[in-house]
């Protein structure tokens, strides 16, 4: 039996990611569960666990080819076990904004891997995240931001240890990567993906080497939904049986003109219009 093509889901929070796995697994060869998975958190977890072991370190002292190979198959091993029960399928889909960080481990381990990558409009990721904690607001983040003002909580967000201004300094890592490994790499706007869904989703299934297929925007199965409490209610996975225009947030100028004043790089690359 072949194995199928690992495909990642990253990228930024609020940018469809959950839609773009939702329209991925209306293709009969892909398998998609469509909630984040902790297989990228696990993989790494494993990297530092074994960087720490006295008795692994002690066997790259004298043996380091075959010890270094024992993990390199270990780690392989664990990757296609994950989904060993993909059975026919050409592809598996695994959704984690991790990946982005963990490219060059992923196809260290995983050579033919790929990762579709997620982007939106700084600030209606901004506003998508200020509307839904007015929606929640006497719910607190899971890192503590409610007490902040707007200003703050935005800038907080942006941090680059933060849930916006992490997968950001990935995206900026991006620059500095092999050609071989862009060449991985398949960016997907938000903005194209609701207004253009069926021709994005085509070019899609087409770089992933899958059959044609043309799904129906208005008639989408849903899968099983991604749990919200472990991120306070603050960033929801909502599934729909059909593709709407995304509601336009209404984001202060003043933060506006920071965050493209910030990140002006991200909107020269990828969008072309902002300088």
């Keep these: 039996m072949s194995v199928p093509t690992f495909v990642g889901v990253t990228g ?6 959950t839609l773009l796995c939702q329209l991925l697994a209306q293709h009969p060869e892909i398998l998609c569960e469509g909630h984040s998975s902790p297989l990228c958190n696990t ?37 296609h076990g994950w989904y060993h029960d993909s059975g026919t399928h050409r592809v598996v889909i695994d959704k984690n904004r991790a990946w982005l960080h963990a490219v060059e481990l992923l196809l260290h381990i995983e050579p033919e891997a790929r ?40 800038d907080a967000l942006f941090a680059k240890d933060r849930v916006i201004g992490s997968p950001l300094i990935g995206l ?10 862009k060449q991985r790499l398949y960016f997907v706007r938000f903005e194209d993906l609701v207004a253009q869904p069926v021709k994005c989703m085509s070019h899609l299934y087409t770089w992933l080497g899958l059959s044609p297929f043309e799904i129906d925007p208005e008639r989408l199965t ?27 947030h209404a984001v ?17 690359l990828y969008y072309g219009e902002k300088s």
């Design 43 to 79: 993989l790494l977890g494993i990297r530092r666990m074994i960087s720490d072991d006295q008795f692994f370190l002690s066997q790259l002292d004298s043996s380091f080819e075959t010890s270094y190979a024992h993990l390199a198959s270990a780690m392989k091993g664990f990757l």
């Design 252 to 268: 202060p100028p003043r933060i506006q003109k920071q965050i493209e004043s910030v990140w002006a790089w991200f909107y020269r």
């Design 222 to 248: 849903a899968g099983a939904h991604e749990s919200d409490s472990h991120y306070r209610m603050k960033y929801p996975h909502r599934q729909s049986t059909c593709i709407a225009p995304p509601v336009e």
């Design 12 to 17: 930024l929070p609020r940018a469809g990611s």
């Design 172 to 181: 900026q890592a991006v620059l500095d990567l092999p050609e071989a490994v």
């Design 115 to 154: 990762l579709i990558v997620c982007l939106r409009e700084l600030g209606q990721i901004y506003g998508s995240i200020e509307a839904q904690h007015q929606r929640t607001i006497l719910v607190d983040f899971i890192d503590h931001l409610a007490d902040f003002d707007r200003f703050g909580r935005a």
